[in-house]
């Protein structure tokens, strides 16, 4: 087949950069967690700054997939909003924490 537009498509490759992208921002997650409490971040600000580690988050997987998404993604949502939710469980859990441990004693 000359000139086919159907590109083939390595599943196990996507699956293991899906599985990859999940493992960055759910340590991301933790990390910057930990930064917000540490810096006494509170409030609203909190949340803001969450939202900027998952824009750094996407710009960097976006760069390093050469925003080529569909090729090393299963689509464009998986990576724009990937397990969002489950992952502010984590932030919010480690941003207490690190809250908790350095500035409740102030």
């Known amino acids: 087949m000359e000139g086919s537009k159907f ?12 599985q990859k992208a999940q493992t960055i921002r ?26 900027g580690l998952n824009v750094i988050i996407l710009i960097a997987l976006l ?3 050469k925003f080529q998404i569909t ?8 990576i724009l ?5 489950s992952n502010l469980l984590c932030y919010i859990m480690f941003w207490c924490l690190g809250y908790a441990l350095i500035n409740v004693y102030e």
């Open 7 to 18: 590109e083939k498509l390595n599943i196990q490759a996507i699956v293991e950069n899906n």
């Open 26 to 51: 759910i340590v991301m997650s933790i990390f910057g967690g930990l930064a917000a409490g540490v810096l006494g971040i509170t409030g609203f600000n909190g949340f803001y700054f969450y939202i």
């Open 63 to 65: 760069m390093k997939s």
């Open 71 to 78: 090729k090393y993604f299963n689509g464009k949502m998986d």
């Open 81 to 85: 909003c990937g397990d969002l939710f």
